[in-house]
Structures are given as C-alpha cells and as structure tokens.
C-alpha cells in the first residue's frame, strides 16, 4: 500500500515537536504495517474546527490523482474535530479509493470500527466545544476583575507581572501628541496642526 501522512498541531502555543512527534509515530506504524510512505502534509497552527487548511486542501485534491491508498493520521482528531467535515472528507476520499487511518487509535474494520470511530469523532468534537466553553470562561472571568487578556496592551497602561492586573502608568507622549490624537479622533486633520 502507498500512503501520505497528514499532521497537524492547533495554535501558536504548541510546538514544532507536536508534528514531529506525530510523524514519528505514523512512519512507525507504516513501518509495521507495509505502508510505503509517499509524503507528508502538515498545518501549522491551524485548527481542524473548521477545513480551511491549506495542506489538508491540497491532500484531499491529490487523493483524486490515484497516487495513493492511505491517509495516515497520529489520531482522528488530527484529520478533523468537526463530524460533519470528518464524514465529508472521508467519504471524497472513499470515492477516491483512499481510506484514513489511524496511528494511535485501533479501530477494527467490522461493525465495531464504525461506532467506535463515530465516537472518536464525536469526542474530538466536544472536546473542542467545550474547550472554547472554557476559554470564554476563563476570558471574561480574567476581565471582570481588570486583568490582562493578552494583546496589545493600551497605550500608557502596563501589566504587572504577578497578578495580570492592568494599571495606568504616566504619561509617556508629550501632550501635543495627546492633542493631535484627540482632534483626529473628532475627523481634524492632524496636519493641520502645527506641531504635527
């Protein structure tokens, strides 16, 4: 059998280790189970909440090409964490005569396999619903009692370190500045304005 890999890690916050990791474990179950390895499609810092994903685009329009058998996943919730999207893409690859697999979930090919993945998806799902539940949580929470969220921090504001509390710190722009930026902010051309 031939077959590519695809990986895939969420945000910024994780590394480059999570792909390497999950390739790592692909080649090794390809190794075990006589899958010729073709090539790899990675996204980075792309959630499988949704498929606008360049690389995962680009492996389901070369599935049509016959090149290959078999899509290798570390985990099914690498493929996607939306079951609509899952059932969509597996059956375009079905109908191009690939089949995803799985490197960590063993997921047999009779009656069982299909609840079993049907569960799987459907996990990889909640999971990330109820992730988002707690981010917001965790979100407005941190704004009710004046703490930082991340982002740019508001001009002459700081954060202190130990609690995330945002405070007004002095002035640090000469009052001309405050000027210009007030009489724009009412549609004055700041260069109207002398000193600007």
Same mark, same amino acid.
């Given at each position: &059998?031939?077959?590519? #890999?695809?990986?895939? +890690?969420?945000?910024?916050?994780?590394?480059?280790?999570?792909?390497?990791?999950?390739? *790592?474990?692909?080649?090794?179950?390809?190794?075990?189970?006589? %899958? &010729? =390895?073709?090539?790899?499609? #990675?996204?980075?810092?792309?959630?499988?909440?949704?498929?606008?994903?360049?690389?995962?685009?680009? &492996? #389901?329009?070369?599935?049509?090409?016959?090149?290959?058998? @078999?899509? /290798?996943?570390?985990? /099914?919730?690498?493929?996607?964490?939306?079951?609509?999207?899952?059932?969509?893409?597996?059956? #375009?690859?079905?109908?191009?005569?690939?089949?995803? %697999?799985? $490197?960590?979930?063993? =997921?047999?090919?009779?009656?069982?396999?299909?609840?079993?993945?049907? &569960?799987?998806?459907?996990?990889?799902?909640?999971?990330?619903?109820? /992730?988002?539940?707690?981010? =917001? *949580?965790?979100?407005?929470?941190?704004? /009710?009692?004046?703490? +930082?969220?991340?982002?740019? @921090?508001?001009?002459?504001?700081?954060?202190?370190?130990?609690?995330?509390?945002?405070?007004?710190?002095?002035?640090?722009?000469?009052?001309?500045?405050?000027?210009?930026? *007030?009489?724009? $902010? *009412?549609?004055?051309?700041?260069?109207?304005?002398?000193?600007?």
């Amino acid at each position: &059998m031939k077959g590519v #890999i695809y990986a895939r +890690y969420s945000s910024d916050n994780q590394r480059e280790e999570s792909i390497e990791g999950q390739l *790592r474990e692909c080649k090794e179950y390809a190794e075990r189970n006589d %899958i &010729m =390895i073709l090539g790899t499609y #990675i996204d980075r810092a792309l959630s499988a909440k949704t498929d606008n994903r360049p690389e995962f685009q680009h &492996m #389901i329009k070369d599935s049509a090409k016959g090149l290959f058998d @078999v899509v /290798l996943v570390w985990k /099914l919730d690498r493929f996607a964490r939306n079951r609509y999207d899952s059932a969509r893409y597996k059956n #375009i690859l079905k109908k191009n005569g690939v089949k995803v %697999i799985s $490197a960590r979930e063993n =997921i047999s090919e009779g009656s069982e396999g299909i609840i079993l993945e049907a &569960m799987l998806e459907g996990y990889a799902e909640y999971y990330s619903a109820e /992730l988002s539940e707690k981010v =917001i *949580r965790g979100l407005t929470d941190n704004a /009710l009692k004046c703490k +930082y969220n991340g982002g740019t @921090v508001p001009m002459d504001y700081s954060i202190i370190l130990t609690n995330s509390s945002i405070i007004k710190s002095t002035p640090r722009l000469p009052r001309w500045c405050w000027k210009c930026l *007030r009489d724009t $902010a *009412r549609e004055r051309p700041c260069r109207s304005l002398s000193i600007c």
